[in-house]
């Protein structure tokens, strides 16, 4: 969270949540100041919610859900209850959920599989209406969402990726940073950081440089993520190739370190 963000919510006047009549909020439910609850919102007993959060009507949040500080969610979503998963048999499991994300109507959020484990979304997302995120998926900050977005179990999602509306994303894959994918794409393998990919059967489009534009790399960095997207995509060489070849005629800055880290950690393969 930026510190403006941050000096911004301590200005505000604290008060006590405001509550209306007929939402169902467990007395063990913790609720931080400044809080707004709509009407026929449910709130669980392992629920806690920070500070400077608007909560529309007929929310609801089950399970053991912990919410950070200043998010809005719209009607009709759904946080925090059991997963759609046959192996779940009760374990003690976990959503977590940082600061100033908003999330649309009915987009559903699903506790974890497994004793321990969590389903976590970080801070400053955009999840648009009947998104859905399930069991075990990681999302990182500033990722948007587009509507009915559909994340199967075990999916990670890096800071800054934006994913069109309609795309299902298959379990265990994962999005890197910065990446962009078109709306109705089926995403079923890594999608690395810093491209375009879109389609069904989904396809490699170049490198997201608008995006990257916008977020302050300079054309150094641009330069050189380029020329290791031609190595990549553009060579006729296989990855390991591409990998080697990179290493050799690519500066090693924190961005390319972070593309070629991501590419060597992929288990269901790159998108080609």
Same mark, same amino acid.
């Given at each position: 969270?930026?510190?403006?963000?941050?000096?911004?919510?301590?200005?505000?006047?604290?008060?006590? /949540?405001?509550?209306?009549?007929?939402?169902?909020?467990?007395?063990?439910?913790?609720?931080?100041?400044?809080?707004?609850? +709509?009407?026929?919102?449910?709130?669980?007993?392992?629920?806690?919610? +920070?500070?400077?959060? *608007?909560?529309?009507?007929?929310?609801?949040? *089950?399970?053991?859900?912990?919410?950070?500080?200043?998010?809005?969610?719209?009607?009709?979503?759904?946080?925090?209850?059991?997963?759609?998963?046959?192996?779940?048999?009760?374990?003690?499991?976990?959503?977590?959920?940082?600061?100033?994300?908003?999330?649309? *109507?009915?987009?559903?959020?699903?506790?974890?599989?497994?004793?321990?484990?969590?389903?976590?979304?970080?801070?400053?997302?955009?999840?648009?209406?009947?998104?859905?995120?399930?069991?075990?998926?990681?999302?990182?900050?500033?990722?948007?969402?587009?509507?009915?977005?559909?994340?199967?179990?075990?999916?990670?999602?890096?800071?800054?990726?934006?994913?069109? +509306?309609?795309? /299902?994303?298959?379990?265990?894959?994962?999005?890197?940073?910065?990446?962009?994918?078109?709306?109705?794409?089926?995403?079923?393998?890594?999608?690395?950081?810093?491209?375009?990919?879109?389609?069904? /059967?989904?396809?490699?489009?170049?490198?997201?440089?608008?995006?990257?534009?916008?977020?302050?790399?300079?054309?150094?960095?641009?330069?050189?993520?380029?020329?290791?997207?031609?190595?990549?995509?553009?060579?006729?060489?296989?990855?390991?190739?591409?990998?080697?070849? =990179?290493?050799?005629?690519?500066?090693?800055? /924190?961005?390319?370190?972070?593309? =070629?880290?991501?590419?060597?950690?992929? *288990?269901?393969?790159?998108?080609?």
């Amino acid at each position: 969270m930026s510190a403006n963000i941050k000096r911004a919510s301590k200005l505000r006047p604290v008060r006590k /949540p405001e509550i209306h009549s007929t939402a169902v909020i467990h007395p063990d439910a913790r609720i931080g100041h400044n809080v707004n609850i +709509g009407p026929f919102t449910v709130i669980g007993p392992q629920v806690s919610i +920070g500070a400077n959060c *608007e909560i529309a009507s007929s929310v609801v949040i *089950e399970g053991r859900t912990t919410i950070g500080n200043g998010n809005k969610i719209f009607p009709g979503a759904i946080i925090g209850v059991v997963p759609q998963d046959l192996k779940y048999v009760d374990e003690d499991s976990s959503v977590e959920i940082g600061d100033n994300n908003t999330i649309r *109507e009915y987009a559903t959020i699903h506790l974890a599989s497994g004793d321990n484990e969590k389903t976590r979304i970080g801070d400053g997302n955009l999840l648009m209406a009947y998104v859905h995120v399930a069991h075990n998926c990681v999302l990182s900050d500033n990722i948007i969402l587009a509507n009915a977005v559909n994340l199967a179990g075990h999916v990670a999602i890096g800071d800054w990726a934006i994913l069109g +509306g309609m795309t /299902p994303v298959h379990q265990f894959v994962r999005i890197g940073a910065h990446a962009f994918i078109g709306g109705g794409s089926r995403v079923a393998q890594d999608v690395p950081p810093f491209i375009r990919v879109a389609g069904n /059967p989904v396809e490699v489009s170049g490198l997201n440089s608008v995006g990257l534009k916008r977020r302050g790399f300079s054309e150094e960095s641009l330069f050189n993520l380029k020329k290791a997207y031609r190595l990549l995509y553009r060579s006729g060489m296989n990855v390991s190739q591409a990998l080697e070849k =990179m290493a050799l005629v690519c500066q090693l800055d /924190p961005h390319l370190e972070e593309l =070629m880290a991501f590419i060597r950690r992929s *288990e269901r393969g790159i998108v080609r």
